[in-house]
């Protein structure tokens, strides 16, 4: 069966990038702090779960304030990867990469939330 959300490349790129920044705290879970990586881990969660409820939605300002706040944790997201790499020595480039593409996702979730009207 597919749904509306089966496809939605978003979300996918949110889930990615979920799984990416993951096995980089895994792969640096000695110099990580343990609050820095779970709080990457749990706001690449909510984007991907803002993401998919927003889909689900049948108004559309509904759905531009569920877009809205996945892109906050976009943010959120890029801050705590940050705050991750000021106190352990995380590949400068891997981290580069990681943060362009939450930008980029913020900058997309962030035209929804435009869009939706609200």
Do not use: N
């Not at 343990?34 to 779960?49: F, R, T």
């Not at 531009?64 to 990867?81: C, H, K, N, P, Y």
């Amino acid at each position: 069966m597919r749904t509306p959300t089966t496809d939605d490349v978003l979300r996918k790129e949110a889930v990615d990038l979920a799984t990416d920044v993951a096995s980089l705290m895994v792969r640096f879970r000695g110099a990580v702090r343990p609050e820095h990586a779970y709080q990457v881990a749990m706001e690449c969660v909510k984007v991907a779960g803002k993401i998919q409820e927003a889909r689900e939605k049948a108004l559309p300002w509904e759905g531009a304030a569920l877009f809205r706040e996945a892109g906050t944790s976009a943010v959120r997201a890029m801050v705590a990867l940050d705050r991750a790499g000021a106190h352990a020595p995380l590949p400068q480039r891997e981290v580069a990469m990681l943060d362009r593409r939450f930008h980029e996702l913020a900058l997309a979730l962030g035209a929804l939330a435009r869009e939706g009207g609200a």
